[in-house]
């Protein structure tokens, strides 16, 4: 790290670490900060639906054997993932669980 780093740096330099370079999303407002100058070596797959995404990052993660990092909305958009989200559960898809953000979900 270098004294110019910030939040957006160090997660896409932890992202690349772990191998998450394959990022599947419905991109909204929210996610403008993501995508601006999004890092070269990293691929950002567009979803016409948050349910979309999850089930190509699905597909991606059970034919590569290798994890993907999913952006949705918060909300209405995570409702509209969550059928193809229990179905990945079900197919005994690999998951990375963390925190989900959103106005109100964090002190």
Do not use: C, K, W
Request: proline share 6%.
């Amino acid at each position: 790290m270098t004294d110019t780093s910030t939040v957006r740096t160090v997660t896409f330099d932890l992202l690349r670490s772990l191998g998450l370079t394959t990022v599947f999303g419905n991109p909204g407002s929210t996610e403008q900060t993501f995508l601006q100058e999004f890092p070269d070596d990293f691929r950002y797959v567009l979803a016409l639906r948050e349910a979309s995404a999850i089930a190509m990052a699905d597909a991606f993660a059970q034919v590569t054997r290798r994890p993907a990092l999913v952006n949705l909305h918060s909300s209405a958009g995570l409702g509209n993932a969550m059928g193809n989200l229990v179905a990945a559960y079900h197919g005994n898809t690999r998951r990375l669980r963390g925190p989900v953000a959103g106005p109100g979900l964090l002190p």
